[in-house]
C-alpha cells in the first residue's frame, strides 16, 4: 500500500484547505482510509475515517461541523475538506490505511497544515 498526501499550506484561522491521499496497492476493494494528525511536541491524534464503499465516515469530536472526508474511486485518492480552521489544526497530517480510531495504520509521509495569522 502506498499513500502520498497532497495540500498542506499556511493559512488563517477561520480559512480552508483540501488535502489529498492518493491511494494504491490495496488487494482488496474493501478497506478504510483515514487521516491522522499530529501536532507539534504531542502525539498522534485520529482525525476522520472513510471507508471504500457505501457511505461509511466517521469525524473526531474536535473536527465535526468543520471537515469534510470524500472519496473518488476512480482516482483512487481521498480527500479532507477542512473548514473554519483553528490555530489548534496546526499539524503534520497524515493518510493511513487504518480503520476509525485508530493511529497505527501505515501512513504517508505526511503534509503540513500551519494555521497562524
Known amino acids: 500500500v502506498q499513500l502520498v498526501e497532497s495540500g498542506g499550506g499556511t493559512v488563517q484561522p477561520g480559512g480552508s484547505l483540501r488535502l489529498s491521499c492518493a491511494a494504491s496497492g490495496f488487494t482488496s476493494e474493501n478497506y478504510w482510509i483515514s487521516w491522522v494528525r499530529q501536532a507539534p511536541g504531542k502525539g498522534l491524534e485520529w482525525v476522520s475515517s472513510i471507508y471504500s464503499l457505501g457511505s461509511l465516515s466517521y469525524y473526531a469530536d474536535s473536527v465535526k461541523g468543520r471537515f469534510t472526508i470524500s472519496r473518488d474511486n476512480a482516482k483512487n485518492t481521498v480527500y479532507l475538506q477542512m473548514n473554519s480552521l483553528k490555530s489548534e489544526d496546526t499539524a503534520r497530517y497524515y493518510c493511513?490505511?487504518?480503520?476509525?480510531?485508530?493511529?497505527?495504520?501505515?501512513r504517508g509521509q505526511g503534509t503540513q497544515v500551519t494555521v497562524s495569522s
Open positions: 493511513t490505511a487504518g480503520i476509525p480510531y485508530d493511529v497505527t495504520g501505515r
